[in-house]
């Protein structure tokens, strides 16, 4: 039975007969032994095979390249070599895929806009078979998260045809071969890929108190930058009998325990993103652990942009959007520590928030984090039924279209909030990788769609 590389590097005593397999890093040869170094992916280390010339598979070590698959049996023993506890004296080599010369990823250094291009093949670099490790531990700590806390975990549709965000910015729905009449819809109306599953989560909210989503939401946003991709995931929880204020709280929650469970993760894929790619990154992550999140209403917190004697890129004015450098200033600035920033402009929010009583702001928040920015957006949802009715009106939006999120208001309205939070801008945030497109698996960004 194969034994994986990081269960090999954890044991605590030598042992015979065991069996690892993954690819090979590098091989050096002597004239009657070699020494390979294998990886399987399950940890960042590889762990170093010593062959001697008459084991029993040995006559096909010259393609044992790097990037070949192998298979070795033999006996692990402490090595005498610094920086590893354990090394595997090979009693049989198995040589299960070689790799030619041309195999792009030999024993160098690459760029990530090299590795970009060939997505299928960088996961087993060091640096994104951390990302993508992390990548798999957060995923596990959002469900824990919810489970501790008694949320029920929904799967909303990613074909819809309601438009949540109202900005238009919608991937639609077309078919092939499917003997459709001119004007005809597969679905009865024009679909699209759904932007959030906010609002189908906002039915199970209403019955189930407590819900969350997770999973891939679509943009048709042309934009070019580090932080934007046309397919990411979201988590997406909704809490019935909640107002704005607890909203804020769960989300300074779930920021800060998501952040300990990588501080408290395996310690190698964390060092590498400390030493490697952000030397800042583990203070700044345990100062979003441990300080408590400030909290300033976007009316101060424009005030505060007016007042910095920053020379900002893009202008501060009331009722137009935060821009990352004015969200990242009041982190790192201002307050150093995360915010949240809430009660937003009405005219720069989607209808379904809360309507607030100066009828100028509604109960919106977002939440901010040194060096990122937004990495959480929400608000109180707006559970009157005639102020709904009238802000789906000043939207352009037909009632007809949105009967069912109506009856919600008319059948046992209740308070309730909710937030969307940006999986990977959470992973840039806990790895400190700079650019979307090298924590998502195979990136989708205008003009680019992988594998």
Known sequence: MR???????????????????????????????????????????????????????????????????????GNLVASPGEGQSWELQATALVLLGSAPEDYPLQKKRHGPEFLREIAHLRPRTNLFGAVFRTRSRLALAVHHFFEKRGFVYVHTPIITANDCEGAGEMFKINTDGANLQDGEHFFGKPAHLTVSGQLEGETFACALSNIYTFGPTFRAEN????????????????????????????????????TQEILDGPGDDF??????????????????????????????????LEDSGHDFEYPVAWGENLQSEHERYLTEEYCKSPVTVFD????????????????????????????????????????????????????GLREEDYQW????????????????????RMLMMVTGVQNIRDVIPFPRTPGACGP
């Open 405 to 424: 999120y109506l009856d919600l208001r008319k059948f046992g309205s209740v308070p309730h909030a909710g937030f969307g939070l940006g999986f990977e």
């Open 223 to 258: 934009s070019h930058t580090s932080r934007h991709a046309s397919e990411f995931w979201m988590i997406e929880p909704e809490m019935a009998f909640c107002n704005l204020e607890g909203d804020m709280d769960l989300a300074e929650s779930f920021v800060k325990e998501l």
């Open 3 to 73: 034994t994986s590389v990081k269960e090999v590097l954890n044991r605590v005593e030598a042992a015979e007969g065991i069996s690892v397999a993954g690819w090979v890093r590098t091989r050096r040869d002597s004239k009657d032994f070699s020494f390979l170094e294998v990886n399987d992916g399950s940890c960042l280390a590889g762990l170093q095979i010593i062959a001697d010339a008459g084991v029993k598979g040995y006559e096909d070590i010259q393609m044992m390249s790097t990037g070949s698959a192998i298979r070795v049996e």
């Open 271 to 304: 060092g590498l993103f400390s030493k490697f790619v952000d030397k800042e990154l583990e203070p700044r992550l345990r100062m979003i652990v441990e300080r408590p999140f400030a909290r300033i209403s976007y009316t101060d917190a424009v005030r505060v």
């Open 344 to 395: 937003y402009p009405e005219t720069i929010k989607p209808f379904y928030m809360r309507r607030n009583d100066d009828q100028k702001t509604v109960a919106a928040m977002d939440v901010l984090v040194p060096g990122i920015g937004e990495i959480i957006g929400g608000s109180q949802r707006e559970e009157r039924l005639d102020v709904l009715r009238d802000n789906m009106s000043s939207a």
